[in-house]
């Protein structure tokens, strides 16, 4: 039997085959019924994945280490270990003093963060953060009116 090219129909015969070719090769049920492919049932699908390994270890180590950089640029403790090695005669030993300090805040903000995440959402950390530096931006904006307008 052919196909009828102009209206699109496909006899019925070669629809059961197809959907038994597809249901071969991809982990989909196949109802003859109403001719529709549906989703795995729970014994066909695999594990779930978490977060971390749908983004894959590496993406996470580039997106930390991109945002720290980019937030360590010119802030103060770049500029005080500038300072300090200008002054200094061994800059490689200002370079480690730096880079270990920079490291152990590094462990004390993970293992704070981990032990505040199995103790709160991180929908309220996040939240918690956002009002903890919207207060020192609006401390720091009312020092600087203050100085500038009143003082």
Same mark, same amino acid.
């Given at each position: 039997m052919k196909s009828d090219s102009f209206s699109g129909k496909v006899p019925q015969s070669q629809k059961d085959l197809e959907q038994k070719e597809i249901s071969k090769s991809l982990p989909l049920s196949v /109802? /003859? #019924?109403?001719?529709? %492919? +549906?989703?795995? &049932? /729970?014994s066909q699908s695999e594990k779930p994945v978490t977060k971390a390994q749908k983004t894959g270890v590496w993406s996470v180590? $580039?997106? &930390?280490? $991109?945002?720290?950089?980019?937030?360590?640029?010119?802030?103060? &403790?770049?500029?005080?270990? %500038? %300072?300090?090695?200008? #002054?200094s005669q061994s800059p490689w030993i200002i370079f480690v003093g730096t880079g270990s300090a920079l490291v152990i805040t590094s462990l004390l903000g993970v293992l704070l963060g981990q032990w505040l995440v199995s103790? %709160? +959402?991180?929908?309220?950390? #996040?939240?918690?953060?956002?009002? $903890?530096l919207l207060l020192i931006s609006l401390t720091l904006i009312a020092e600087v009116f203050y100085e500038n307008f009143l003082g």
């Amino acid at each position: 039997m052919k196909s009828d090219s102009f209206s699109g129909k496909v006899p019925q015969s070669q629809k059961d085959l197809e959907q038994k070719e597809i249901s071969k090769s991809l982990p989909l049920s196949v /109802s /003859s #019924e109403t001719d529709t %492919l +549906s989703p795995p &049932t /729970s014994s066909q699908s695999e594990k779930p994945v978490t977060k971390a390994q749908k983004t894959g270890v590496w993406s996470v180590f $580039v997106y &930390t280490f $991109v945002t720290i950089f980019l937030a360590e640029i010119g802030d103060k &403790t770049q500029l005080t270990t %500038l %300072l300090m090695t200008a #002054e200094s005669q061994s800059p490689w030993i200002i370079f480690v003093g730096t880079g270990s300090a920079l490291v152990i805040t590094s462990l004390l903000g993970v293992l704070l963060g981990q032990w505040l995440v199995s103790r %709160l +959402s991180p929908k309220t950390i #996040e939240r918690a953060a956002g009002i $903890v530096l919207l207060l020192i931006s609006l401390t720091l904006i009312a020092e600087v009116f203050y100085e500038n307008f009143l003082g």
